[in-house]
């Protein structure tokens, strides 16, 4: 047997187990990741973003001391320790009281990480994530130069992601400091330059995401990849993932992408943990899991009931998937490996996945 059958024999096998793993982690449903959408507000008006965000600096908060019951209640029925926070937004720095409510957070024993644009990070910022707590933070990059400029909407948006992480680099304070880049078809044929000076940042991650419809995308579809570009993108993550050690660079969970590429582009075979161990609470007050998730997967209200009810008597449309069989998931031969893809692709008046990238790879079905 030559290595490419035994490598792709072994990872069926693999890919066997991590199954069965899927099924007794819904059952269990054990917390360990929360998403805390602390703003609507941004900075940005970026073309591809996939939050419903606005400039308008009255749009409303939840207030910090109902942010903090669900904090609270989360510390009381669960272990603080083993659930990581993930602060959204928006724009989480356009926050007044973010750092206040984030220190609470962390005394409640919570671990917490941001996803930020980087327009507002300076020295002092970095001082009181660091101060709160902060482990991981990611920093928005999507492309070189005029590329991610473009993108982002703003002149001056590159030179302060590229400075916010610098700044959270050379800080030494943090365990990850990683770039996210959003893929196109433009940025994909500056792959290998933006490689380049993600590696001069000294940071120690690289996130690879690709544009979904969602929030403005939608209006923007030149914005997503076909099938040729797919393949292109992930031909590079494999090759950089095999040569560099010191940069972890991975592809995020975005549908299963088919035996060729799983375990390839990124660390583990595809899993959407939505609603299974990743909920999540959104700007007004609702309980969901991803904050990229429509509104039509929210599960309970903080005006109406704790979060610990809810996670254990809710959220059964995301624990058990099959009523996602419909039509071309109904009768697919890798269901169990997919399971009607990433929940943030389920197009709800379709009735099936925006996009199965398994169908777009193997591009002879089409
Ligand atoms: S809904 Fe999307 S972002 Fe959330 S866990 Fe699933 S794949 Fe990841
Ligand atoms: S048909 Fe559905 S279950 Fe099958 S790979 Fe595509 S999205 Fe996944």
Same mark, same amino acid.
């Given at each position: 047997?030559?290595?490419?059958?035994?490598?792709?024999?072994?990872?069926?096998?693999?890919?066997?187990?991590?199954?069965?793993?899927?099924?007794?982690?819904?059952?269990?449903?054990?917390?360990?990741?929360?998403?805390?959408?602390?703003?609507?507000?941004?900075?940005?008006?970026?073309?591809?973003?996939?939050?419903?965000?606005?400039?308008?600096?009255?749009?409303?908060?939840?207030?910090?001391?109902?942010?903090?019951?669900?904090? #609270?209640?989360?510390?009381?029925?669960?272990?603080?320790?083993?659930?990581?926070?993930?602060?959204?937004?928006?724009?989480?720095?356009?926050?007044?009281?973010?750092?206040?409510?984030?220190?609470?957070?962390?005394?409640?024993?919570?671990?917490?990480?941001?996803?930020?644009?980087?327009?507002?990070?300076?020295?002092?910022?970095?001082?009181?994530?660091?101060?709160?707590?902060?482990?991981?933070?990611?920093?928005?990059?999507?492309?070189?130069?005029?590329?991610?400029?473009?993108?982002?909407?703003?002149?001056?948006?590159?030179?302060?992601?590229?400075?916010?992480?610098?700044?959270?680099?050379?800080?030494?304070?943090?365990?990850?400091?990683?770039?996210?880049?959003?893929?196109?078809?433009?940025?994909?044929?500056?792959?290998?330059?933006?490689?380049?000076?993600?590696?001069?940042?000294?940071?120690?991650?690289?996130?690879?995401?690709?544009?979904?419809?969602?929030?403005?995308?939608?209006?923007? *579809?030149?914005?997503?990849? *076909?099938?040729?570009?797919?393949?292109?993108?992930?031909?590079?993550?494999?090759? *950089?993932?095999?040569?560099?050690?010191?940069?972890?660079?991975?592809?995020?969970?975005?549908?299963?992408?088919?035996?060729?590429?799983? *375990?390839?582009?990124?660390?583990?075979?595809?899993?959407?943990?939505?609603?299974?161990?990743?909920?999540?609470?959104?700007?007004?007050?609702?309980?969901?899991?991803?904050? #990229?998730?429509?509104?039509?997967?929210?599960?309970?209200?903080?005006?109406?009931?704790?979060?610990?009810?809810?996670?254990?008597?809710?959220?059964?449309?995301?624990?058990?998937?099959?009523?996602?069989?419909?039509?071309?998931?109904?009768?697919?031969?890798?269901?169990?490996?997919?399971?009607?893809?990433?929940?943030?692709?389920?197009?709800?008046?379709?009735?099936?996945?925006?996009?199965?990238?398994?169908?777009?790879?193997?591009?002879?079905?089409?």
């Amino acid at each position: 047997m030559n290595f490419n059958k035994r490598n792709s024999y072994k990872k069926r096998i693999q890919q066997w187990g991590w199954n069965q793993g899927k099924k007794l982690r819904a059952n269990i449903h054990d917390l360990n990741y929360f998403f805390w959408e602390a703003t609507l507000k941004c900075n940005l008006n970026c073309l591809h973003c996939g939050s419903d965000c606005s400039k308008d600096n009255n749009c409303t908060e939840l207030p910090a001391e109902k942010v903090l019951q669900v904090f #609270s209640n989360i510390a009381e029925n669960y272990s603080a320790q083993d659930v990581m926070v993930a602060v959204t937004g928006g724009e989480p720095l356009m926050r007044r009281d973010l750092f206040d409510v984030l220190n609470k957070v962390n005394q409640l024993g919570f671990s917490w990480g941001m996803v930020t644009n980087g327009m507002l990070v300076n020295e002092n910022v970095v001082k009181k994530c660091a101060e709160t707590g902060m482990k991981t933070v990611s920093v928005s990059l999507d492309g070189v130069r005029e590329s991610h400029n473009w993108l982002r909407n703003e002149a001056t948006s590159y030179d302060r992601a590229i400075g916010a992480l610098r700044l959270f680099s050379k800080a030494n304070k943090f365990d990850t400091v990683e770039a996210i880049t959003c893929v196109n078809p433009v940025n994909l044929k500056q792959l290998d330059e933006l490689y380049r000076e993600i590696k001069n940042l000294g940071i120690n991650s690289w996130r690879i995401l690709t544009i979904f419809p969602k929030g403005r995308a939608v209006s923007s *579809k030149a914005l997503s990849l *076909k099938a040729d570009e797919f393949k292109e993108l992930f031909s590079f993550i494999k090759e *950089k993932r095999q040569q560099d050690s010191k940069l972890h660079i991975n592809y995020s969970e975005e549908g299963y992408l088919g035996c060729d590429w799983e *375990k390839e582009v990124r660390d583990d075979f595809y899993y959407c943990g939505a609603g299974i161990n990743i909920a999540g609470l959104l700007w007004d007050g609702a309980y969901s899991a991803c904050p #990229s998730l429509s509104r039509n997967w929210i599960q309970g209200s903080i005006n109406d009931s704790l979060f610990s009810d809810v996670w254990e008597t809710k959220y059964a449309n995301m624990r058990n998937r099959d009523w996602m069989k419909k039509e071309h998931c109904k009768g697919c031969h890798v269901w169990s490996n997919c399971q009607g893809s990433s929940l943030h692709l389920w197009d709800w008046d379709e009735n099936k996945p925006q996009i199965c990238h398994y169908r777009l790879l193997s591009i002879n079905i089409e």
